[in-house]
């Protein structure tokens, strides 16, 4: 077997002006820099010169990795060019539920919007809720029954779309993971993964998986990168016969280690065991660790010049009347006898036409670009308090950095100050909201589910759907293909229920005659109806919004009255107000699975407005 040695591995002072200092670091820990792609003491098979090729290659990014503050991050991310790259980041969290609102912290305050966050040490399991962030899928694989410690998890952008990749979940007993992959509509696909490997867990089973892991991804000839909290301390490669065999096998794979500094900091040890691997070989790499108080270890993050095609904003269609008034006139002007004049069916069809000709002239189409991915701060996160997030991370920074008693009591107590200070705004942020809807039941839910079941809020229209082994990416055919599916599955359902011949009328009593009757409705009935709608709802099908239908009300009322009497007397509902625009919304699970789906109609005002009225009138006479 044939070896190749590398000269000499860089042992850097930390000298940056705002990063951690060497000179405030213990001894133990100064030049604790790793690089292992230019060393003396790691040998690996020459098994061709492109693989040395590469590590020469990927040295570079090792020697680039230095530590941010938030501010200095947010400074650095703004230099980058102007694409969609690939940025991960990764940390490990020691319980997601305790510490969400640091999570959400961290997250707002950093300008560059992460394309996958991953955490390790989530702690979660199926009795624990999943936390939430704004423009974010949560995807986790929980620790086992009672299992202490352990848990991974990741968010991954809504536009992102991707699959998750069961085949290459590694064994629970030696270590938990997560995988997804990247669906790219004109390049080769991504995976990328997280990994957390308890600390007793043997390193060299552990490298046995890995190897087999790597050698099944590359067999794929993907790009891959993987993250996680690995529990093994990359610094001491060099004089640990296990780390160093785990590193060969990693490194034999054609996958690198990017992070190069410790990201787990005492006030006597500083150990590198989270860690970011990839085989992207040819794109440029940028590495660091973010100084954050979150947990124990500090965030890694590592951004790839590698375009998502993906863009930031999407486009919408508002749909608005741009002159109110001359709408009112033209209405004011329509000749309506014909509506009179016809039999029950033809004057409902007659109105219709009318109205919504005149409605259409004045209906302007505008495109709107949504941003898709704005900030979203807790809602009880003041100006104050985001001012004094910076001062309590300005603390942390100083006191990392000189390991003084004094800046940690200083840092100690602010923190406990600053988390007392959220807590007491959480609440009467609540209290508030709470007081504000105390007379509404259903916003009282409203509030109680924005806190239970924030993801709820979460819906997206896939730009991409998987129909068997083919990936669908045309809009028409998404369409189509959900079209099926709602249409269908009620139809499924039926005939997946056991058939036992009994008629399930058998079952009700004889219906009564002559059981209610309906009193025509007036004119001010009508009117106090539609100004109870809500204005702030959406349009159906036809695009007539509720506060259009407010301002043009006087001008049609006599005739919409007319219509409304003749489709209670007659007993026919007019064919336009039962049609309704079907909107898919997102439950759970990939996104890109059609069943993960359910179907919400979106009636139209019309529509609406008469059902009010019909149990107003039965009400009355009920009463």
């Known amino acids: 077997m044939m070896y190749t040695t590398f000269s000499q591995l860089p042992f850097h002072d930390i000298d940056y002006s705002d990063e951690l200092h060497a000179s405030h670091i213990p001894p133990?820990?100064?030049?604790?820099d790793f690089n292992p792609l230019i060393d003396n003491d790691l040998k690996f098979d020459q098994q061709s010169n492109m693989l040395i090729d590469h590590l020469n290659l990927r040295s570079s990014t090792l020697d680039n990795c230095k530590y941010h503050d938030i501010n200095i991050f947010n400074n650095f991310t703004g230099k980058l060019p102007d694409s969609n790259h690939l940025s991960l980041l990764h940390l490990n969290i020691r319980s997601v539920s305790n510490k969400f609102d640091k999570l959400n912290e961290l997250v707002h305050s950093i300008n560059l919007k992460f394309s996958i966050i991953g955490l390790s040490e989530t702690w979660l399991n199926e009795s624990k809720m999943h936390p939430f962030l704004h423009n974010y899928t949560f995807l986790s694989s929980d620790r086992i029954?009672?299992?202490?410690g352990g848990?991974?998890?990741?968010?991954v952008k809504n536009h992102i779309n991707y699959n998750i990749r069961n085949d290459l979940i590694l064994p629970k007993?030696?270590?938990?993971?997560?995988?997804?992959?990247?669906i790219h509509k004109n390049k080769k696909n991504s995976i990328i993964g997280i990994i957390y490997r308890p600390p007793d867990s043997n390193i060299d089973t552990f490298s046995t998986i890995i190897n087999d892991l790597l050698t099944k991804i590359n067999s794929e000839n993907k790009y891959?990168?993987?993250m996680g909290d690995f529990n093994i301390d990359l610094i001491k490669f060099h004089n640990h016969n296990h780390i160093n065999n785990y590193l060969n096998t990693i490194l034999l794979n054609s996958f690198f280690p990017t992070i190069s500094k410790p990201t787990r900091i005492t006030k006597n040890t500083a150990t590198l065991i989270d860690h970011f691997y990839t085989n992207h070989i040819n794109l440029e790499i940028t590495s660091g660790i973010i100084i954050s108080d979150i947990s124990d270890h500090l965030p890694i993050f590592q951004i790839i010049d590698y375009d998502l095609c993906f863009k930031n904003t999407s486009i919408d269609y508002s749909h608005y009347v741009a002159d109110i008034?001359?709408?009112?006139?033209?209405?004011s002007q329509a000749d309506w006898s014909s509506v009179y004049n016809a039999d029950y069916k033809s004057a409902i069809d007659t109105f219709n036409d009318i109205f919504f000709s005149i409605y259409q002239r004045h209906l302007v189409t505008k495109e709107i670009k949504i941003n898709k991915y704005k900030k979203c701060k807790q809602p009880w996160m003041t100006p104050t308090l985001l001012k004094s997030s910076q001062r309590k991370h300005y603390l942390y920074k100083k006191y990392i950095k000189s390991q003084s008693p004094n800046d940690k009591t200083t840092y100690t107590s602010y923190n406990n100050l600053f988390i007392a200070l959220c807590r007491t705004a959480k609440k009467q942020y609540y209290e508030r909201k709470f007081n504000q809807v105390k007379t509404n039941i259903k916003k009282v839910w409203g509030v109680i589910n924005s806190v239970l079941n924030p993801a709820r809020k979460n819906n997206k229209n896939p730009s991409v759907l998987k129909i068997g082994d083919e990936f669908i990416y045309d809009t028409n055919s998404i369409c189509d293909h959900f079209n099926k599916y709602f249409s269908e599955i009620g139809l499924k359902t039926l005939n997946s229920i056991p058939d036992n011949n009994i008629?399930?009328?058998?079952?009700?009593p004889p219906p009564p005659i002559n059981s209610f009757f309906i009193n025509p409705v007036t004119e001010n009935e009508v009117l106090n109806m539609i100004n109870s709608l809500d204005s702030n709802k959406g349009s159906g099908h036809d695009s007539l919004t509720p506060s259009v239908l407010k301002k043009v009300t006087p001008f049609i009322l006599i005739p919409l009255t007319y219509v409304i009497n003749l489709s209670f007397?007659?007993?026919?509902?007019?064919?336009h107000i039962k049609l309704a625009k079907v909107v898919p919304v997102f439950k759970k699970g990939n996104a890109n699975l059609l069943n993960n789906y359910r179907p919400i109609s979106v009636l139209s005002i019309l529509s609406k407005n008469n059902r009010k009225i019909n149990a107003y009138s039965s009400l009355y006479i009920f009463n």
């Open 151 to 155: 848990g991974v998890g990741l968010f």
């Open 224 to 226: 891959c990168n993987i």
């Open 503 to 508: 008629d399930p009328m058998s079952n009700l």
């Open 569 to 575: 007397t007659t007993g026919i509902v007019p064919d």
């Open 145 to 148: 029954g009672n299992k202490t």
């Open 28 to 32: 133990e820990i100064n030049n604790a």
């Open 325 to 331: 008034n001359s709408l009112n006139f033209d209405l």
């Open 173 to 182: 007993e030696i270590c938990d993971s997560l995988f997804i992959e990247i």
